[in-house]
Antibody, heavy 117, light 110 residues
Framework: QVQLVQSGAEVKKPGASVKVSCKAS????????MHWVRQAPGQGLEWMGV????????IYAQKFQGRVTMTRDTSTSTVYMELSSLRSEDTAVYYC??????????WGQGTLVTVSS | QSALTQPRSVSGSPGQSVTISCTGT?????????VSWYQQHPGKAPKLMIY???KRPSGVPDRFSGSKSGNTASLTISGLQAEDEADYYC??????????FGTGTKVTVL
């Protein structure tokens, strides 16, 4: 069965960087694009960007360009999302989500990133 | 890219129908038939309920239906049940391989 398992919660200081991982299993990793979506406490979902699994091409939401980097390791079927220059407003749950022809059909369990001094 | 506009909350009694609107622009909702809807219970990851405006993934009850007119998409829940109480988000393709989510709607079953 399809599973997306994300890394654990992180606490970071303002100005630092965080790298969240998402390990995929149960399907052919190179056949699907992976997206990242975040949700601040009590707020809505926010699309951050996407990475192609074969060539690693990326598209980022304008809001995060220059601060976010998405990468992937096909040997371990894992995608990564690194966000730099963290500020308190980046405190959120970060999700990876597989994109199929049917939409975002599988989601990771979410990773809470807390930015606090 | 601005978030799509949804009502903050809607409510209904068990068995009734509720409809959630999702208003965007001609650059997203109105420009593509790639609107999807997600259900999110507290503390859980979102779940896909509708894709391509009106298609249901296998396993999603047929009480859930979607439609679109111009720049506004809608999700209707018929025969409301207690387990339908959750937050709902629309999402639209916005061109150039980008996506935008709605502001979210809390559905309350009275």
């Amino acid at each position: 069965q399809v599973q997306l398992v994300q890394s654990g919660a992180e606490v970071k200081k303002p100005g630092a960087s965080v790298k969240v991982s998402c390990k995929a299993s149960g399907y052919t990793f190179t056949n699907y694009y992976m997206h990242w979506v975040r949700q601040a406490p009590g707020q809505g979902l926010e699309w951050m960007g996407v990475i192609g699994p074969r060539g690693g091409s990326t598209i980022y939401a304008q809001k995060f360009q220059g601060r976010v980097t998405m990468t992937r390791d096909t040997s371990t079927s894992t995608v990564y999302m690194e966000l730099s220059s963290l500020r308190s407003e980046d405190t959120a749950v970060y999700y990876c989500a597989r994109k199929s022809d049917s939409g975002f059909d599988f989601w990771g369990q979410g990773t809470l990133v807390t930015v606090s001094s | 890219q601005s978030a799509l506009t949804q009502p903050r909350s809607v409510s209904g009694s068990p068995g009734q129908s509720v409809t959630i609107s999702c208003t965007g622009t001609s650059s997203d909702v109105g420009g593509y038939n790639y609107v999807s809807w997600y259900q999110q219970h507290p503390g859980k990851a979102p779940k896909l309920m509708i894709y391509d405006v009106s298609k249901r993934p296998s396993g999603v009850p047929d009480r859930f239906s979607g439609s679109k007119s111009g720049n506004t998409a809608s999700l209707t829940i018929s025969g409301l049940q207690a387990e339908d109480e959750a937050d709902y988000y629309c999402c639209s393709y916005a061109g150039s391989d980008t996506y935008v989510f709605g502001t979210g709607t809390k559905v309350t079953v009275l």
